[in-house]
């Protein structure tokens, strides 16, 4: 092991392949990573260590998106396995299904997904995600301001999530509680893991309560899925409510945040979208690029040589995904909002087997919330002098973002 940048380096790691990372090294990350993230293939290798990652611990990280995209798809090599960490915050072994489970046992448990995240099964829930838009919206539409990060982009895709999910409204405050301190890497490990472990047994109560009475929601139809002709364990369950419970809070309430910030610093924008409505579609697929908010990690499954660079077993790779989003080899002008692009196969809802489950709930709740800000709502624009600090991590998301019309 050697020092360098007050951080640890293994010794298999070349000096010229370190570049560390973080909002340190970066103070622009704070600000806009987007722009950082786009131009990361100018300043660093295609392959590099970053010994800032993962708390200070290190990893590989990638510069070039289609090596991201390479690593997504070969789950061979780079395994899911343990990866997220909230084992380790739990003080046991859990794995999220099926996150971090990998192919082909995969696909016997994600294969249960595809009927109530599909599109069909999802479209009949627009009604009640706009009912929830709407009551949130009127709140403050009269008052010519907002907190939107506070105000709106937390609050609805956390109660479209326990509503699909059959959680009780009255739980709200708790569940807002235990994702703010499990998510945010600039709390302590202690609360983070604390917070992991109240999830935990707030899911064993949810479970125990969904077998007791089980209802039409995606908790209790968890319950009837099977493997290999059998029922799922308990702790195959709660490995599922787990996943389920963390991606469906956080990514979705930071991806509106970026794309109002952008909306609010370009009133033109704002006034294509309103003139011209059937233009909204592209424009959320135009955001979730620009905006690719999710950083994942694999693991190395074996010592290996991969595009020129060696490799061990078990280090670390973490994989950003706005990097692919915005390569500038792919997609022309990657910062710039064009919402004819065609064809945007960005990255905000990763690639291979471990694609986003979600991804079209994610569409439905940006495409109502669009919809109703641009009808409700007259130009708006960011609060003079206000600060927007980003949150980083495994999800970046804005600290703040008020707003004024």
């Given at each position: 092991m050697t020092t360098m940048f007050d951080y640890t380096i293994p010794d298999h790691i070349p000096e010229e392949l370190i570049f560390p990372l973080d909002g340190e090294s970066h103070p622009?990350?704070?600000?806009?990573?987007?722009?950082?993230?786009?131009d990361l293939h100018k300043e660093a290798p295609p392959i590099f260590f970053n010994p800032a990652a993962f708390q200070g611990a290190g990893g590989w990280s990638i510069s070039d998106g289609a090596i991201i995209k390479e690593v997504l798809q070969n789950p061979e090599l780079f395994s899911s396995k343990n990866n997220t960490g909230f084992s380790f915050l739990l003080g046991r072994e859990l794995d999220l299904i099926p996150l971090e489970i990998d192919p082909p046992e995969h696909m016997k448990y994600r294969i249960h997904f595809n009927k109530p995240l599909s599109p069909r099964s999802i479209a009949p829930r627009e009604e009640?995600?706009?009912?929830?838009?709407?009551?949130?919206?009127?709140k403050f539409q009269s008052s010519g301001q907002c907190e939107f990060v506070e105000d709106f982009a937390i609050h609805f895709p956390v109660r479209i999530f326990m509503d699909l999910f059959g959680m009780p409204p009255e739980d709200f405050d708790r569940i807002l509680d235990y994702e703010n301190k499990l998510l945010h890497v600039s709390n302590t490990i202690e609360t983070r893991s604390q917070a992991a472990r109240d999830i935990y047994d707030y899911l064993v109560d949810l479970l125990a309560d969904k077998r007791a009475n089980p209802k039409d929601d995606l908790a209790s139809a968890i319950l009837g899925f099977t493997v290999d002709d059998r029922q799922l364990t308990d702790k195959e369950?709660?490995?599922?409510?787990?996943?389920?419970?963390?991606?469906?809070?956080?990514?979705v309430a930071s991806s509106l945040g970026f794309a109002w910030r952008y909306l609010a610093a370009n009133p033109k924008a704002q006034q294509q979208l309103r003139e011209n409505p059937d233009l909204i579609p592209g424009a959320i697929e135009e955001f979730f690029r620009m905006h690719s908010v999710v950083e994942v990690r694999r693991s190395v499954t074996k010592d290996v040589e991969f595009h020129g660079v060696q490799l061990k077993q078990g280090d670390f790779v973490n994989l950003i995904t706005a990097v692919a989003s915005l390569d500038s080899k792919e997609f022309e002008n990657p910062l710039e909002a064009d919402f004819e692009?065609?064809?945007n196969r960005h990255c905000a809802f990763v690639?291979?087997?471990?694609r986003c489950m979600g991804s079209n709930l994610a569409r439905l709740e940006m495409r109502v919330a669009l919809e109703e800000?641009?009808?409700r709502l007259p130009e708006f624009s960011i609060e003079?002098?206000?600060?927007?600090?980003?949150?980083?991590?495994?999800?970046?998301?804005?600290?703040?973002?008020?707003?004024?019309?």
């Open positions: 622009q990350l704070k600000k806009n990573p987007f722009a950082v993230f786009a009640s995600v706009r009912s929830t838009a709407i009551s949130l919206l009127e369950i709660l490995g599922m409510y787990f996943l389920l419970f963390v991606g469906g809070l956080d990514t692009r065609s064809p690639f291979g087997p471990h800000w641009l009808n003079e002098d206000a600060e927007i600090d980003v949150n980083l991590g495994a999800v970046v998301s804005l600290a703040r973002l008020p707003l004024v019309w």
